[in-house]
């Protein structure tokens, strides 16, 4: 995952977005990349004032957020795994959450969540109360 500060990030949101269209013979992973990011980056700058929220690590292109707890050596992540926009003014989305001890590279806690808000607030409660 790469990592970018979180004041460059919050810079980020106000410069146009790049587009590229897929190659032939390039890995074609994620579709619909571009609408992901910007759901993404859409429900994040919700948060952007949230003090846990400035101590994060973000990957726009993975769209993830990582909080680390280095005394307990942990990594605390939030992934939006899906996002599928349907024909109508629905969508599908899938988060996921968990909760990985670095020094024994074990997954502690993971979760699944369908609601944008509840996956978001149960990131920043975790951190909360690990911290």
Known sequence: MSVINFKDYKKSLNKPKYTSTPKSGKNMYV???????TYFENKIVLYANNPIIEKCEFSVEGCAIKFCVIEKNLEILLILQDYSP????????????????????????????????????????KIKYTT
């Open 86 to 125: 349907e024909e109508s003014e629905n969508y599908i989305v899938t988060w996921e959450f968990y909760i990985h001890n670095t020094v024994q590279d074990e997954y502690i806690d993971s979760k699944f969540f369908s609601s944008s808000d509840m996956a978001i607030n149960y990131f920043l409660s």
């Open 31 to 37: 579709k619909n990349l571009e609408d992901k990011i």
